[in-house]
Nanobody, 121 residues
């Protein structure tokens, strides 16, 4: 089973920046890259960003494109989400997970505890 530990969240003013980290350990998901998802109160968890195994290909949701940047370290065990020019609508709990683009592994349920991001206006 994979273990995912997200960190780096907090309270930030609109227009500010945060950098989230995700440390992955345990089971390997083969040729899956990593992605970030978020869930605001009363909403479904939604895709935010993804990066492939090579680290050369990324994907973003339209709502964060141009403001957020996903990256990973050389081992592939740590993934980052640089959040710039944050907006109140970015307020959510952020989670990381193995992904192929926006797609999670079939039956994936090993979510971490997430990290809370709160953006004040």
């Amino acid at each position: 089973q994979v273990q995912l530990v997200e960190s780096g969240g907090g309270l930030v003013q609109a227009g500010g920046s945060l950098r989230l980290s995700c440390a992955a350990s345990g089971r390997s998901f083969g040729n899956y890259g990593m992605g970030w998802f978020r869930q605001a109160p009363g909403t479904e968890r939604e895709f935010v960003a993804a990066i492939d195994l090579s680290g050369r290909n990324t994907a973003y949701s339209d709502s964060v494109k141009g403001r957020f940047t996903i990256s990973r370290d050389k081992t592939g065990n740590t993934v980052y989400l640089q959040m710039n020019d944050v907006k109140p609508e970015d307020t959510a709990v952020y989670y990381c997970a193995p992904t192929r683009g926006r797609v999670l592994p079939t039956g994936f349920a090993s979510w971490g505890q997430g990290t809370q991001v709160t953006v004040s206006s």
